[in-house]
């Protein structure tokens, strides 16, 4: 096992969980490639083979998109997320892409301080490096439940 290549997916988790819990969603899209996909779907849709999502974007832009949006034109109630990782289980690098799935549990904080598991899942990642610096080049999340609230507004 190559623990660089261990320490490098988990730091590059670390900061995608650090970005979305310290609300420094600016700087969300940049851990992704260009063209890099965000799909949050549900188990069931995947057993199934479909390949519907709750939240979808095919590129970086359209990550800023989403975020410019949250800021400046979606009314939701004031929250904030805390992440709990496992560590990643790392396949071998093939054509370059580092495949990595991590379990995450997701606590939602509102406003009032009521605090609740919002979602339970796992994240299914294609990761391309450049140097040491890696990059989401795919980033499926995948939640334990088909039932989630009807407000996802901020990234898993």
Known sequence: MDLSLQFKVQNLLGRYAQTIDDDLLEAWPDLFAETGRYLVTTAENVAR????GLMYATSRKMLRDRVRSLRDA???EAQRYRHILSPPLISPSDGGIVRAQTSFIVARVMQTGETTIFATGCYQDRIVFDGDDGLFAEKTVI???RQIDTLLAIPL
């Open 143 to 145: 939640l334990d439940s």
């Open 74 to 76: 979606n009314v939701y």
């Open 49 to 52: 083979g479909l390949p519907i």
